[in-house]
Every structure is written in structure tokens, then in C-alpha cells.
């Protein structure tokens, strides 16, 4: 089975800029986070997806947004890019469920990630 | 939001045994508890995950407490490829709507 596949891997853009990174999850997963890892700052949550709907969110602006596909695979964009943006986007995807359906499979796996430079 | 604490960094000869806690006061009753392992700009792979007791696989052994509160990674033998970032994780990821903490993790130094 395919991993989590993320595109692209690099990406240099200038201040002001817009960006979208894409996120293919494994076949079967519908559940899609993303996070943003810098060395100042770790590795933080910034949203998950679940059936193209918004289930949780981090702590960071409206300049991040994110959606979700009818397939699964997921987007995220920044807008008005900022230095500080400047970080490695990691997707995780895992087979999670609704609250009240079983599930016994309790993993998230992550793709190799975005590494996005703001100039 | 279950939060974690690591040692930041830890140093170990080649072919010992390494031994990494975290703890996790506030973990809930549903939270399972899993290690991942990171390398410089790649995306964090899965290790180990226990609810209770110990497991132990192919890598790693993880054991943990009765009361939950801490969790302690095992690496037997560690190599200069063991060389990472090592990373708690408590929650429940067989539903949606949860949030994970990562950390600060511990950086792992293999020496030779």
C-alpha cells in the first residue's frame, strides 16, 4: 500500500506570496491532519479533515486554510506569506471514525513533507 | 489536550541500551500512548504504541505504569542510524476531532 505522498517537496516563495501544498493520504484513510514544524516552535497542529469538513484547529491565523476532497486527498494554503512561514508541512493521514462507529486501528502516518522557504 | 514532557537531548555510546521517559500527568482514559522517530526533514515515523504494562516489538520496548502518568521508550543496542528525534504522543487517534501534542522531543545522539 502507498504512504502519504506530499507535493511538492520544495518550495521557495517571496513574502506576500500565496502557496497551496497538496496531500495525497493512504487509500482508506479519510482522516487528513497537517502540521507545521520549525525549530523554534516543534512540530504543531494546524488542522484536521475529516469526510471534506473541518474537524479540529490549531492555534494559528485565518492565513491558513485548508480543505478537503470527496477522494480524501487535501490541500492546504497560506495566504500573504510571511517569513515566519518559512517551516517543514508535514500531512499525517490515519483511518479514524466518527465517534460511536468502531474502530480498533489507532496510528497516524506521515507523508515526507513540504519544506517551504519564504524569501 | 494531553501535554508531554521530554528530556531535551540525551547521548549514547554505540551497542547500549537507551532508555527514554516522558511524562504525561493529565493522560485520559482513553489515551494510548505511541513513540515516533524523526530524521532532519522527514516526516515522523511510527515506533511503538501501548495503552498499559509493556510491549515490546521488533525495535522497541515500551513500558508503562500502572497509573499511566509516564512512559518509558527502550532502544537495545542503539546504532549511529538511531541517530533522532524521538517523540511522545498521548491520544486517542481512532477518531476524529483530536488534537495531538508532539512536544519538544529528545534528540538522540549515537556516539561511536
Known amino acids: 500500500k502507498a504512504g502519504v505522498t506530499q507535493t511538492p517537496r520544495y518550495l521557495i516563495k517571496t513574502r506576500g506570496q500565496q502557496v497551496t501544498l497538496s496531500c495525497s493520504p493512504i487509500s482508506g484513510h479519510r482522516s487528513v491532519s497537517w502540521y507545521q514544524q520549525t525549530p523554534g516552535q516543534g512540530l504543531q497542529f494546524l488542522f484536521e479533515y475529516f469526510s471534506e469538513t473541518q474537524r479540529n484547529k490549531g492555534n494559528f491565523p485565518g492565513r491558513f486554510s485548508g480543505r478537503q476532497f470527496s477522494n480524501s486527498r487535501s490541500e492546504m494554503n497560506v495566504s500573504t506569506l510571511e517569513l515566519g512561514d518559512s517551516a517543514l508541512y508535514l500531512c499525517?493521514?490515519?483511518?479514524?471514525?466518527?465517534?460511536?462507529?468502531?474502530?480498533?486501528?489507532?496510528?497516524?502516518?506521515f507523508g515526507p513533507g513540504t519544506r517551504l522557504t519564504v524569501l | 489536550l494531553a501535554k508531554t514532557t521530554q528530556p531535551i537531548s540525551m547521548d549514547s555510546y554505540e551497542g547500549q541500551e537507551v532508555n527514554i521517559t516522558c511524562s504525561h500527568n493529565n493522560i485520559a482514559t482513553n489515551d494510548y500512548i505511541t513513540w515516533y522517530q524523526q530524521f532532519p526533514s522527514q516526516g515522523p515515523r511510527f515506533i511503538i504504541q501501548g495503552y498499559k504494562t509493556k510491549v515490546t516489538n521488533e525495535v522497541a520496548s515500551l513500558f508503562i505504569p500502572a497509573d499511566r502518568k509516564s512512559s518509558t521508550l527502550s532502544l537495545p543496542r542503539v546504532s549511529l542510524s538511531d541517530t533522532a528525534v524521538y517523540y511522545c504522543?498521548?491520544?486517542?487517534?481512532?477518531?476524529?476531532?483530536?488534537?495531538?501534542?508532539f512536544g519538544t522531543g529528545t534528540s538522540l545522539t549515537v556516539i561511536p
Open positions: 504522543l498521548v491520544g486517542d487517534m481512532r477518531y476524529t476531532g483530536n488534537q495531538f501534542y
Open positions: 499525517a493521514s490515519r483511518p479514524s471514525r466518527d465517534r460511536g462507529q468502531e474502530s480498533s486501528y489507532n496510528e497516524q502516518f
